[in-house]
């Protein structure tokens, strides 16, 4: 299906356009986050074998039935798969998990579909191998795979782990998962990490995230560091895009919608909001011109009571 063959992130020396592919938030294991779903038709992929083939998934102590929800998470994450294996074979793939990809046993939640850490990294790595199958990831189209690292309490020390299972590309120290990944891309300076600005909301939207950016290009310039042309980050589960511009250049800032919809936790601080789960995909030609594309997100609807 993939050849798996693990390489060191060596300096990127590209003649084609580029599609950078993040991915943030997953939370795999969460009752509120994606999570396969199998009825029998073919996904274009083996079936894991704890999938009973009536959309469950049998777990060592329970069998797991995501919801309506989930489902429809599912059906779009394999949308958005689907959407970007149409830039072939113009593009060479870069896909970045930012952090976040299991859920963990965490604050003494009841909203897991299991609690076992191991049972959450299989499901994960699962829905990773679907997901690069569907956009037809492959090592000889020169194709990229990095594992981020998240929040401890999600996380835990599982980055590892999940880097090695899918045969994710190995760090320049290397390391297997990154706190915080530079990468050249056609001449480009990115930045990813899991947690940078908040979001913001309403009018204060991009706020925060606008003068994070103008901060670190003036401690760019003080340190003598290379600018960042485009920063990526998640953590807020939320989907947000700004630019900062200084003396003809411009940064991108863009905050990463999750595959999680509000937990308990998330409807306590953030209740009124509508819930929005996706991906955004960023091009850079060989000329090294940004675009950074519309977020594939689907967003929730508020249901009402009526009286």
């Known amino acids: 299906m993939f050849d798996w063959i693990r390489k ?8 084609k356009k580029i599609k950078i592919i993040p991915l943030s938030d997953l939370h795999t294991g969460s009752s509120t986050a994606l999570f396969p779903y199998y009825d029998g038709t073919d996904l274009g992929i083996e079936p894991d074998k704890h999938m009973t083939g ?3 998934w049998q777990f060592k102590h329970i069998k797991y039935s995501p919801t309506a929800k989930q489902y429809k998470m599912f059906q779009h994450f394999g949308r958005c798969a689907e959407q970007i294996a149409q830039s072939r074979p113009e593009y060479k793939f870069i896909v970045v998990e930012n952090g976040d990809g299991i859920d963990g046993k965490h604050h003494e939640t009841p909203q897991l579909a299991t609690r076992q850490i191991s049972e959450q990294v299989q499901v994960h790595t699962w829905l990773m191998k679907y997901f690069l199958h569907k956009i037809g990831f492959s090592r000889t189209l020169g194709d990229a795979l990095y594992i981020g690292a998240g929040t401890e309490v999600h996380d835990g020390d599982e980055e590892d782990n999940i880097a090695v299972q899918l ?11 990154f706190d915080f990944l530079p990468m050249d891309a056609n001449g480009r300076r990115l930045w990813f990490l899991h947690q940078g600005a908040s979001a913001g909301r309403g009018l204060s939207t991009g706020n925060a995230l606008h003068n994070w950016m103008k901060n670190q290009y003036f401690q760019c310039l003080e340190d003598r560091r290379t600018i960042p042309d485009i920063v990526m980050s998640g953590h807020y589960h939320r989907s947000v895009y700004d630019t900062f511009t200084r003396n003809d250049r411009t940064m991108h800032g863009i905050i990463l919608p999750p595959f999680q919809l509000k937990t308990r936790f998330g409807n306590r601080v953030a209740a009124a909001e509508l819930e929005e789960v996706g991906i955004r995909t960023i091009d850079i030609d060989e000329a090294g011109d940004i675009r950074v594309n519309k977020a594939m997100t689907i967003k929730s609807f508020d249901e009402v009571v009526r009286v």
Do not use: H, K, R, V
């Open 8 to 15: 060191p992130m060596q300096a990127q020396q590209i003649q």
């Open 54 to 56: 009536d959309g469950g």
């Open 167 to 177: 045969g994710a590309d190995m760090l320049p120290n290397g390391e297997d998962a």
